[in-house]
């Protein structure tokens, strides 16, 4: 069952030609009669049975409407999204990989530990650079902790938002998102949001409906969808909703937004379904009075979810170029204390025996020797290891933190038509706010608002002329 979740697309069904699927959707309970059963046999997959990506394969699902207790046993991904990188029992683990997935940290922990051997510290044992490395570590852990927990309350409104649910007295009721479930019949009004990916059934617009779905692909700009032709004619009025039972037969969950095949079956009726019928989760409802729909893909099996990435930690231009110049601070610190070390043993090989208060053994063998050499570099490292600029580590993760929550407080940055005000949900690429490095555009209106502004008309000898608000007359 896990493989056939992973499918794409047509080439990756082609490899999987000669192996065996089955499907089964069951647990129905003890008292589930055998034509009740959502199963499907095991098939061997072969050329016979891939067609064309077009038409529907074994790899498919079934889903059952109006009929609630059974519908209820089936069992599906829940509505309810998460988008946060951390929880609390991951949240130390991830963390502390994070930091020292950087160059930085790695450096500072291993000269921490050097620091413990007691014959080439100079700390006497004691791990001195552990406190700010801890300052710092401590530091990015808060900030990381603070923006986690903005994504956690973003998902906690979207789960707690209200969608209008069919319920078996035929009556709709408010529902959270997370308790909507496949197979389940909503409305959804005008300017709302769809809480899953649904199935058009019906609109008040003849069973015609345009939703904007600048959320998912960036376009202001209304795409059409229409219901088809028999559920048009079925769904004439809210009552007929209470007797409609049937089921649909689908694809399994795929990333292909303007791509959907499926067959609805109600009585001996069997309707066709395509993309014209899907509308999807994030996207709103425009122009419309309400629609009705069934839900087929639910939380993390929807298509725009199945595009979203996790969470990944971001680093921008300049702090990519902080952590190379660190490198390079690196190299030079270490050839200093080749350097020095290599000095000093030149210098003790030429006084070996004038300065007596460094206890030095003219006759040592060469592995002391060595660890003589060993010694002088450690304590030379350790010695200059603040030419590496540990405190700028520091200071960028507070500056961001700063930065992040003036925009926040900057009324220049508020929404005048929601007076929403700015929220980043990541602080670490403040400085890069503003700054583009190619415009990709395929037509005018990815660049503008789509908006006509009258500036003048001219009828017969009149001619009008709008300044602002104010409409002037000019001779």
Same mark, same amino acid.
């Given at each position: 069952?896990?493989?056939?979740?992973?499918? @794409?697309?047509?080439?990756?069904?082609?490899?999987?030609?000669?192996? +065996?699927?089955?499907?089964?959707?069951?647990?129905?309970?003890?008292?589930?009669? &055998?034509?009740?059963?959502?199963?499907?046999?095991?098939?061997?997959?072969?050329?016979?049975?891939?067609?064309?990506?077009?038409?529907?394969?074994?790899?498919?699902?079934?889903?059952?409407?109006?009929?609630?207790?059974? @519908?209820?046993?089936?069992?599906?991904?829940?509505?309810?999204?998460?988008?946060?990188?951390?929880?609390?029992?991951?949240?130390?683990?991830?963390?502390?990989?994070?930091?020292?997935? +950087?160059?930085?940290?790695?450096?500072?922990?291993?000269?921490?530990?050097?620091?413990? %051997?007691?014959?080439?510290?100079?700390?006497?044992?004691?791990?001195?650079?552990?406190?700010?490395?801890?300052?710092?570590?401590?530091?990015?852990?808060?900030?990381?902790?603070?923006?986690?927990?903005?994504?956690?309350?973003? &998902?906690?409104?979207?789960?707690?938002?209200?969608?209008? %649910?069919?319920?078996?007295?035929?009556?709709?009721?408010?529902?959270?998102w997370k308790e909507v479930h496949v197979g389940d019949i909503v409305k959804v009004e005008r300017d709302r949001q769809f809480p899953a990916d649904l199935?058009?059934?019906?609109?008040?617009?003849?069973?015609?409906?345009?939703?904007?779905?600048?959320?998912?692909?960036?376009?202001?700009?209304?795409?059409?969808?229409?219901?088809?032709?028999?559920?048009?004619?079925?769904?004439?009025?809210?009552?007929? =909703?209470?007797?409609?039972?049937?089921?649909?037969?689908?694809?399994?969950?795929?990333?292909?937004?303007?791509?959907?095949?499926?067959?609805?079956?109600?009585?001996?009726?069997?309707?066709?379904?395509?993309?014209?019928?899907?509308? =999807? @989760?994030?996207?709103?409802?425009?122009?419309?009075?309400?629609?009705?729909?069934?839900?087929?893909?639910?939380?993390?099996?929807?298509?725009?979810?199945?595009?979203?990435?996790?969470?990944?930690?971001?680093?921008?231009?300049?702090?990519? $170029?902080?952590?190379?110049?660190?490198?390079?601070?690196?190299?030079?610190?270490?050839?200093?204390?080749?350097?020095?070390?290599? =000095?000093?043993?030149?210098?003790?090989? #030429?006084?070996?025996? +004038?300065?007596?208060?460094?206890?030095?053994?003219?006759?040592?063998?060469?592995?002391?020797?060595?660890?003589?050499?060993?010694?002088?570099?450690?304590?030379?490292?350790?010695? #200059?290891?603040?030419?590496?600029?540990? $405190?700028?580590?520091?200071?960028?993760?507070?500056?961001?933190?700063?930065?992040?929550?003036?925009?926040?407080? &900057?009324?220049?940055?508020?929404?005048? @038509?929601?007076?929403?005000?700015?929220?980043?949900?990541?602080?670490?690429?403040?400085?890069?706010?503003?700054?583009?490095?190619? %415009?990709?555009?395929? +037509?005018?209106?990815?660049?503008?608002?789509? %908006?006509?502004?009258?500036?003048?008309?001219?009828?017969?000898?009149?001619?009008?002329?709008?300044?602002?608000?104010?409409?002037?007359?000019?001779?």
């Amino acid at each position: 069952m896990e493989e056939f979740n992973e499918i @794409r697309d047509y080439e990756q069904l082609r490899r999987l030609e000669g192996r +065996k699927s089955s499907i089964e959707l069951k647990p129905l309970g003890p008292a589930a009669k &055998d034509e009740d059963k959502v199963t499907f046999n095991e098939e061997l997959i072969t050329n016979e049975s891939i067609h064309k990506p077009s038409e529907l394969t074994p790899i498919t699902r079934k889903a059952l409407f109006g009929s609630f207790k059974l @519908r209820r046993e089936l069992k599906f991904a829940t509505n309810e999204i998460s988008t946060a990188k951390y929880t609390l029992v991951t949240f130390l683990p991830l963390s502390l990989f994070e930091e020292f997935s +950087k160059v930085t940290n790695i450096y500072f922990l291993v000269l921490a530990m050097l620091q413990m %051997v007691p014959s080439i510290s100079i700390t006497g044992a004691k791990p001195m650079i552990l406190m700010p490395l801890s300052v710092i570590i401590l530091v990015s852990m808060v900030k990381n902790f603070i923006e986690d927990r903005k994504r956690q309350k973003s &998902d906690s409104y979207e789960n707690n938002s209200k969608a209008l %649910v069919l319920q078996p007295e035929g009556t709709f009721a408010a529902k959270e998102w997370k308790e909507v479930h496949v197979g389940d019949i909503v409305k959804v009004e005008r300017d709302r949001q769809f809480p899953a990916d649904l199935v058009l059934l019906s609109s008040s617009n003849k069973g015609i409906c345009y939703v904007e779905t600048k959320n998912l692909d960036g376009e202001t700009n209304l795409k059409y969808k229409k219901a088809a032709k028999e559920t048009i004619q079925l769904i004439k009025e809210e009552s007929d =909703l209470k007797s409609l039972r049937g089921e649909i037969l689908y694809e399994l969950p795929n990333p292909l937004l303007y791509s959907f095949e499926g067959t609805l079956h109600i009585g001996n009726s069997i309707i066709s379904l395509n993309a014209e019928q899907l509308l =999807l @989760r994030g996207s709103l409802l425009k122009n419309t009075s309400w629609v009705y729909g069934i839900v087929v893909y639910t939380g993390a099996e929807t298509k725009v979810q199945l595009n979203s990435s996790k969470a990944k930690p971001k680093r921008s231009i300049i702090e990519k $170029s902080t952590y190379s110049q660190i490198i390079k601070i690196f190299v030079i610190q270490f050839f200093i204390g080749i350097t020095c070390s290599g =000095l000093g043993l030149l210098w003790l090989a #030429i006084n070996p025996a +004038k300065k007596t208060y460094l206890e030095i053994n003219p006759s040592a063998n060469a592995d002391c020797q060595a660890w003589l050499s060993i010694k002088l570099f450690a304590s030379w490292i350790f010695m #200059i290891v603040q030419i590496v600029p540990l $405190s700028l580590l520091v200071t960028l993760e507070v500056v961001r933190y700063m930065q992040a929550m003036r925009i926040g407080w &900057d009324g220049a940055m508020t929404s005048r @038509r929601t007076q929403e005000a700015a929220s980043v949900q990541t602080s670490s690429l403040n400085e890069e706010l503003g700054m583009v490095n190619c %415009v990709l555009s395929d +037509k005018t209106g990815t660049l503008t608002c789509n %908006v006509m502004t009258l500036r003048k008309v001219a009828v017969g000898r009149l001619r009008l002329g709008v300044v602002g608000c104010l409409l002037y007359t000019s001779d």
